[in-house]
């Protein structure tokens, strides 16, 4: 079974523009996700898929594949062309964040494994349990709950499940009953393909939430637990934190 990786790469960004060419440690972002994917024992090819010449001049530089697409208004419609056009034989295709270098690689393969062992599940996501009350109250933070055999239920902004007789304090940090969602993604390539052309459903439009389309489709999302989220790289702050935890470690 052959499984790509696919990092969408855009250059603009409205908090941090040109964040994945920064390169205050010496090598730009998108190297250090690039780097930490390619450690994926799972993985059999991986490529950038960008819109910008300049981001894939830069993976070049570095020795990695890249390939230009069109405009796209997500990450998903951008490696769905790449599969078109790109990765004729991939089976299942890995959603990579460009902007998380500090990814786990096994993170990648538990996911890739948990669709493999799936042959129900449609696509495969990861969660990890909140242990902040900040977090849960965050509605930059999305929350997933699962069915019994661990596949999706439905995702929110909102702290769900919602404890109407306690305080949800009391769960905190050792029994919380609830997930964070990260955003990464597996598919089955013909889900994907079809995915993509399905038009924004009612509920993904009120949350703003991508992978509702595939639930209210009727999809099934498998989901894995980990033990921690991945950071994102959202803010000059989030990019400062980053550089000081790198050099910490060199």
């Not at 796209?72 to 959603?95: C, K, Q, S, W, Y």
């Not at 690689?105 to 449609?122: H, N, Y």
């Not at 990260?182 to 598919?187: K, N, S």
Request: with cysteine.
């Amino acid at each position: 079974m052959q499984v790509c990786g696919v990092i969408p790469a855009r250059l603009q960004s409205t908090r941090l523009p040109g964040k994945l060419l920064l390169n205050e440690t010496g090598k730009t972002l998108i190297q250090h996700t690039w780097e930490a994917a390619a450690s994926s024992e799972k993985l059999d090819r991986l490529i950038v898929a960008t819109d910008s010449l300049e981001i894939m001049e830069c993976v070049h530089g570095f020795g990695g594949k890249a390939c230009l697409t069109g405009e796209h208004p997500n990450g998903t419609d951008r490696i769905a062309e790449v599969a078109m056009h790109e990765l004729f034989d991939a089976e299942i295709l890995v959603n990579i964040q460009g902007d998380e270098p500090e990814i786990s690689p096994v993170f990648i393969d538990k996911l890739i494994e948990v669709l493999i062992q799936s042959p129900t599940a449609d696509m495969a996501t990861l969660a990890t349990p909140i242990r902040e009350l900040d977090q849960l109250q965050d509605s930059s933070c999305t929350k997933v709950v699962c069915r019994t055999d661990g596949s999706a239920m439905y995702f929110s902004r909102l702290p769900i499940p919602f404890t109407r007789d306690q305080n949800p304090e009391i769960f905190l940090p050792e029994q919380s009953p609830w997930l964070l969602h990260l955003g990464i993604y597996a598919y089955r390539r013909a889900f994907l393909l079809n995915l993509t052309q399905i038009p924004p459903t009612p509920l993904e439009q009120l949350e703003k939430l991508e992978q509702l389309r595939a639930l209210e489709s009727g999809a099934t999302i498998q989901v894995a637990q980990v033990s921690h989220p991945s950071v994102g790289i959202d803010t000059p702050e989030d990019y400062a934190q980053f550089v000081s935890r790198y050099q910490q470690n060199q």
